[in-house]
């Protein structure tokens, strides 16, 4: 029997939903939301009625019974950390998200509306593997300030769901294996993932790994303090240049790839070297990976839009393969993921795990 399941990732000026059929796609839609409409309200929380009407609607106009329906899955907000995995929607949860306890953001709403919709159809609520997922081992954590510790913030969603993908294809369970997994987007992060663990991860947004699109990565401290007192930049733009200002938006001012590999195209030699130098610090990170795993690698996956770049894939495959095999799963389908979480465990290959 096939099992209906809503899958609803809000993002700040969209909220995108799909409904499944077990891993069938039914339809999929993207709800675009003004900057008038977002205006009214006082705070994001606040929008979720707004933004739940607006899902039932469109799920009824596509025909669509909202009894076929089994379980909705939200994207998970900003919570505390917490191991991967999908999660039931606790009053725990919902008060964290609403007060916004670890912070507001637009993916807050993705357990709040979950669990609204699901409460009036009588079904399950889950999350799955939120940016807050934090395995990483005590040993990770340990930098050479004692007031500085590493924070595990990443792609956990796309990163666990390739590896599950990957695992399933090779006829095994995810947690029997050591894989490395590189999300390539506009923040790129590379994680160790250890029998179903992600033990060791850059910290894509605040300045660790590689330099991407546009973010900074990992820099030499001491040069960017004396760039920060000499331009006496503020908090708010150190930020901007590690994150959303740094990388190739640095450089050439763009974040999109096909741009720059236009410029190598028509000859531009600084844009071949920088954009080569992004693939090597890909690589650089896997290799170090690999360490963390002592040399135990089952697989090397590349994975988020910049993996359906060849040249830039074939440049990181040259100095990585000798690692482990390297597979190839370019995007990203956040839905698809959010998805598969729910129906593992209305399939009971797993139970939901609980927010305390």
Known sequence: MALGILAINPGSTSTKIAVFESENLVFEEKIAHSSEELSKFDSIVAQYPFRKKLILDVIKSRGYNLSNLKAVVGRGGLLKPLE?????????????????????????????????IGRELGIPAFIVDPVVVDELEPVAKVTGIPEIRRRSVFHALNQKAVARRLARNMGKRYDELNLIVAHLGGGITVGAHKRGRVVEVNNGLDGEGPFSPERAGRLPLMDFAKLVLTKNLTINEIKKMLAG?????????????????????????????????????????????AAVLCGKVDAVILTGGLAHDEMLVEWIKERVSFIAPVYVFPGEDELKALAEGALRVLAGEERPKEYV
């Open 84 to 116: 991967g995995g999908t999660y039931a929607v606790n009053q725990r949860m919902l008060e964290d998200l609403k007060n916004g306890v670890y912070g507001e953001h637009a993916s807050n709403l993705g357990g709040i509306l979950a669990h609204e």
């Open 245 to 289: 200002k740094g990388g190739l938006v640095a450089y050439f001012g763009t974040n999109d790839a096909r741009e720059i590999k236009k410029m190598i195209q028509e000859g531009n030699e600084e844009a071949k070297l920088v954009y080569e130098a992004m693939a090597y610090q890909v690589a650089r990170e896997i290799g170090a990976c």
